[in-house]
T-cell receptor, first 111, second 113 residues
Framework: GESVGLHLPTLSVQEGDNSIINCAYS??????FIWYKQESGKGPQFIID?????DKRQGQRVTVLLNKTVKHLSLQIAATQPGDSAVYFC??????????FGKGTRLSVIA | DGGITQSPKYLFRKEGQNVTLSCEQN?????MYWYRQDPGQGLRLIYY???????QKGDIAEGYSVSREKKESFPLTVTSAQKNPTAFYLC????????????FGPGTRLTVL
């Protein structure tokens, strides 16, 4: 079946550097994508989303890039801070189907 | 404050007992969802509901049951038929029928002894 997955299960970044978390998806009909941040023992929190009619969207310190040609999604975090340490999930959906989540990438920020 | 609440945060049960996890939202959202998360894993959809008195099975519905008698509430029962019930359970809601940004509750960690 269709699936959402991640290239890297863990990522260690020096404080102040930029982080890039990648996500591959296989459903070419997906029209909405979203990134969540989950801290240990808590529920996921919304970071940023993007629709398939866009290829880039920026938020505060975060940017999401969508490449529909290769079905790839990435989350860029600028000037990574210790508080960014968490597990990051991408999710996608097609039409009115529920969100499908990837397995997650753990981001560790080294002070 | 608007949001989603789940209770309790930690729950312990003996094997063979049914247990019901609570999920309440005051966001006036139509759609609600239940996910299961195992250590080091992503979220797997158990059940979801688009409107009151209607719900659909997700990817791993076996051994679980739900009800949606009120818009604000979507309780999940983990039955004795669920072979491996120990997990972190997350409830979510969204303003659209299905999908779109989902708002998550704090989760309930269920441990079956």
């Amino acid at each position: 079946g269709e699936s959402v997955g991640l290239h890297l299960p863990t990522l260690s970044v020096q404080e102040g550097d930029n982080s890039i978390i990648n996500c591959a998806y296989s459903n070419s009909a997906s029209d909405y994508f979203i990134w969540y941040k989950q801290e240990s023992g808590k529920g996921p929190q919304f970071i940023i989303d993007i629709r398939s009619n866009m290829d880039k969207r920026q938020g505060q310190r975060v940017t999401v890039l969508l490449n529909k040609t290769v079905k790839h999604l990435s989350l860029q975090i600028a000037a990574t801070q210790p508080g960014d340490s968490a597990v990051y999930f991408c999710a996608e959906k097609s039409g009115n189907t529920p969100l499908v989540f990837g397995k997650g990438t753990r981001l560790s920020v080294i002070a | 404050d608007g949001g989603i609440t789940q209770s309790p945060k930690y729950l312990f049960r003996k094997e063979g007992q049914n247990v019901t996890l609570s999920c309440e939202q005051n966001l006036n959202h139509d759609a609600m969802y239940w996910y299961r998360q195992d250590p080091g894993q992503g979220l797997r959809l158990i059940y979801y509901s688009q409107i009151v008195n209607d719900f659909q099975k997700g990817d791993i519905a076996e051994g679980y049951s739900v009800s949606r008698e009120k818009k604000e509430s979507f309780p999940l029962t983990v039955t004795s038929a669920q072979k491996n019930p120990t997990a972190f359970y997350l409830c979510a809601s969204s303003i659209e029928d299905v999908g779109g940004e989902q708002f998550f509750g704090p989760g309930t960690r269920l441990t079956v002894l």
